[in-house]
């Protein structure tokens, strides 16, 4: 259970409370009620922690489709994958999908696509080229 929840069923317990009691128990209920986290900072707190939650599981995601992007294109380039580590391998969809992202048109990340994959003077034909922006699209956020 998390900070945010346990907060939030705390506020909620200690208004229900509140409402039963004797006129002895109101004041210090009140000074309880006081020092309890307000709504509003409870939810803004279990929003930060969703929010948070929510970009670890795209990174873990991105990763996944990294590595997919990775095997895909070892599996289907081999001349090009040749004496490549993973991380170059990866820059290609790091880089297409970046440029992706802002805009650029299918023809100028092909072009980056084809600079990134030439490897050892190898350079990917414009069929390949094309199979690998199909490859790179699925591992874009």
Known sequence: MTKALRAAITAIFLI?????????????????????PSGSAVVSSAREELDSAQETAEARLDD?????????FRTGYADLS???????IEQIAITSCTDIAQGADEQAVKSTIGSLAENNGTR???????????????ACP
């Open 64 to 72: 996944a489709k990294l590595a997919a992007f990775v095997v895909s």
């Open 82 to 88: 040749r004496d490549r580590d993973d991380e170059d």
């Open 124 to 138: 990917p034909t414009p069929e390949q080229t094309q199979q690998i922006y199909v490859l790179v699209r699925p």
């Open 16 to 36: 229900v409370l509140a409402g039963c009691g004797t006129d002895e128990d109101s004041a210090q209920t009140s000074d309880q009620l006081s020092s309890a």
